[in-house]
């Protein structure tokens, strides 16, 4: 993916699951590392509420459309759930008010197991909510391999 060609090949989606996953390891080993020093209600919570808020009200109604178009605030909820910027927000401001703590780490466990182990990254308006094949991007995904062997 460039500034021009903003989409990603099979090659390139996959290293940037292998980054996800790299960092996910990291993040795992420092939650096993001070397993005794987490507060279990507020790591439960930071995990919990990123799909509570941003996946699952968009996904009730991707289902409850049966194939027509949702809101494009499900997509942004998602998006704005999903997304390091506001989460590191969110523990900023978690770590002034209350304290740094290891629970904390439950966000990026989160948000790198999502993209390493689910493929998720953030979701363009112009696609269902779920993951589906668009037969626009399966052709110009077979022609652009065409193109490239």
Same mark, same amino acid.
């Given at each position: 993916?460039?500034?021009?060609?903003?989409?990603?090949?099979?090659?390139?989606?996959?290293?940037?699951?292998?980054?996800?996953?790299?960092? *996910?390891? /990291?993040?795992?080993?420092? %939650? #096993?590392?001070?397993?005794?020093?987490?507060?279990? &209600?507020?790591?439960? !919570? $930071?995990?919990?509420?990123?799909?509570?808020?941003?996946?699952?009200?968009?996904?009730?109604?991707?289902?409850?459309?049966?194939?027509?178009?949702?809101?494009?605030?499900?997509?942004?909820?998602?998006?704005?759930?999903?997304?390091?910027?506001?989460?590191?927000?969110?523990?900023?401001?978690?770590? *002034?008010? /209350?304290?740094?703590?290891? %629970? #904390?780490?439950?966000?990026?466990?989160?948000?790198? &197991?999502?993209?390493? !182990? $689910?493929?998720?990254?953030?979701?363009?308006?112009?696609?269902?909510?779920?993951?589906?094949?668009?037969?626009?991007?399966?052709?110009?995904?077979?022609?652009?391999?065409?193109?490239?062997?």
């Amino acid at each position: 993916m460039d500034s021009q060609n903003r989409f990603d090949s099979k090659g390139t989606y996959l290293l940037a699951r292998a980054e996800a996953l790299l960092g *996910l390891g /990291v993040v795992a080993f420092l %939650a #096993l590392r001070h397993l005794g020093e987490i507060r279990w &209600g507020p790591f439960i !919570l $930071f995990f919990a509420s990123i799909d509570l808020v941003g996946y699952v009200p968009g996904a009730i109604a991707h289902r409850k459309a049966r194939g027509k178009p949702i809101s494009r605030v499900y997509h942004a909820l998602y998006n704005t759930m999903h997304s390091f910027l506001w989460n590191a927000a969110v523990a900023g401001a978690w770590s *002034l008010a /209350v304290r740094p703590e290891w %629970a #904390l780490l439950a966000i990026p466990i989160h948000l790198l &197991g999502d993209r390493a !182990l $689910f493929g998720n990254f953030f979701k363009p308006f112009a696609v269902p909510f779920e993951p589906e094949a668009l037969p626009a991007f399966t052709t110009f995904e077979a022609s652009l391999a065409r193109t490239t062997t």
